[in-house]
């Protein structure tokens, strides 16, 4: 398995945080985070977000072209 570098990471975060990853990519992924501060910093940030949108929105499904609209979005690569 070879490593991944952070656009990547960065680039799949939103699959990986969802687990929509398969499973190669998924352990790609966390062995990349384990050795790289700045993209573990992005998850961390990205799961509290997480977290804060569900409790502001309640249950309400998220409209599919809105999702797609979303992960198109371009990966801003965290400082060095």
């Known amino acids: 398995m070879s490593p991944i570098d952070c656009d990547e990471v960065l680039r799949d975060l ?6 929509e990853l398969p499973d190669v990519e998924c352990r790609r992924v966390e ?11 992005r998850v961390e940030f990205r799961r509290r977000l ?3 949108v569900a ?5 309400e499904s998220v409209p599919p072209e809105l999702m797609l609209r979303v992960r198109r979005l371009p990966v801003e690569r965290p400082p060095d």
């Open 55 to 59: 409790r502001t929105c309640g249950e």
């Open 14 to 19: 939103e699959l990986f945080l969802d687990r």
């Open 50 to 52: 997480q977290v804060i």
């Open 31 to 41: 062995e990349h985070l384990a050795a790289c501060a700045p993209c573990m910093g």
